[in-house]
């Protein structure tokens, strides 16, 4: 199997993560760093993000960046937009996410044809275009859900 996709480019990244004394690390990555820590109760110092935690945050981008460009696609007009990503994780070790919940949150025009377009977009996410909702799956059940505010 090649790594290589559309136009030879790269389909596979590749990260370098330096300790850096006690529970804090160093993460280069694509587009750049990352602190990661660990909370004082297990050893850390709270100088960083946390690495279950930041899975959220990669679910989010992920899909919030597909919702907002297919938006712009379909030249939804929307004031306000965000993603609330939660897990629960198992109690037993090694503790992971077993379900995940995805809510999204427009301030717009709520008229329908502007609320078809914008569950539409956030379908195309969930089910074609973000791979980390499907990475996601493979190990959880995730649900979603749209609120108009």
């Known amino acids: 199997m090649s790594i ?17 004394g006690g529970m804090l690390f160093n993460s280069e990555t694509v587009g750049g760093e990352v602190v990661l820590d660990a909370d004082a109760a297990v050893g850390g110092q709270g100088k960083g993000v946390r690495p279950k935690a930041l899975m959220l945050v990669s679910l989010s981008g992920c ?17 306000d937009f965000r993603v609330e990503v939660s897990g629960e994780l198992t109690e037993e070790h090694p503790k992971k996410y077993h379900t995940v919940k995805v809510d999204y949150f427009f301030k717009c025009d709520p008229s329908e044809e502007n609320k078809k377009k914008i569950e539409k977009s956030v379908d195309l996410s969930v089910n074609r275009y973000c791979g980390v ?9 995730v649900s979603h859900e749209v609120h108009y505010e």
């Open 63 to 79: 899909t919030g960046m597909d919702v907002a460009s297919l938006m712009k696609k379909m030249r939804v007009d929307v004031e």
């Open 4 to 20: 290589f996709g559309k136009n030879n480019k790269i389909m596979a990244h590749t990260i370098k993560t330096k300790w850096e």
């Open 133 to 141: 909702f499907e990475m996601f799956r493979s190990f959880a059940d």
